[in-house]
């Protein structure tokens, strides 16, 4: 597989009103973007931190994946995101080595990145993130 870098770090906040204020008045980043990403359930907001980006969901609805998330764990840390050269290539490389894929095949995230998850089960509990920009 080709990482050529961490896309992004997710963290699931309750509010993105009541968190974005937090990166930019300490942390001093300012929020670039917010996104809602309905068939994901989820309004995304994104702050760069050198090649890096941080990326703050909050819910949309209670039954979806960062509500239950929410739910379960509180806020924090919801998934680690590498960015790859060809996604499908990964997915495949990725399964033939074993582990869970959440997506067998990519669908579209925000950004208009091409993302897909493998299962926190196989991947030592972290779930992690494969996406590809084919917009560069």
Do not use: W
């Given at each position: 597989?080709?990482?050529?870098?961490?896309?992004h770090?997710?963290i699931?906040v309750?509010?993105?009103?009541e968190?974005?204020?937090?990166?930019?008045?300490?942390l001093?980043?300012?929020?670039?973007a917010i996104?809602?990403?309905?068939d994901q359930?989820?309004?995304t907001?994104?702050?760069?931190?050198?090649?890096?980006?941080i990326?703050?969901?909050?819910t949309?609805?209670?039954?979806g994946?960062?509500?239950?998330f929410?739910?379960?764990?509180g806020e924090g840390?919801?998934?680690?995101?590498?960015?790859?050269?060809?996604i499908?290539?990964?997915?495949?490389e990725?399964e033939s080595?074993?582990i869970?894929?959440i997506?067998k095949?990519?669908?579209?995230?925000?950004e208009k990145?091409?993302?897909?998850?493998?299962?926190p089960k196989?991947?030592?509990g972290?779930l992690?993130?494969l996406?590809e920009?084919k917009?560069?």
């Amino acid at each position: 597989m080709n990482i050529s870098h961490i896309e992004h770090i997710g963290i699931a906040v309750r509010s993105l009103d009541e968190s974005i204020p937090y990166y930019e008045k300490v942390l001093g980043l300012k929020c670039y973007a917010i996104e809602e990403v309905g068939d994901q359930k989820v309004k995304t907001a994104f702050f760069m931190v050198g090649q890096t980006k941080i990326e703050l969901l909050e819910t949309t609805d209670d039954e979806g994946p960062i509500g239950k998330f929410l739910d379960k764990k509180g806020e924090g840390i919801h998934h680690i995101a590498f960015a790859v050269k060809d996604i499908e290539d990964a997915l495949k490389e990725t399964e033939s080595k074993g582990i869970r894929l959440i997506d067998k095949t990519p669908r579209k995230g925000a950004e208009k990145l091409d993302i897909a998850f493998l299962h926190p089960k196989s991947t030592y509990g972290v779930l992690t993130e494969l996406c590809e920009n084919k917009n560069q």
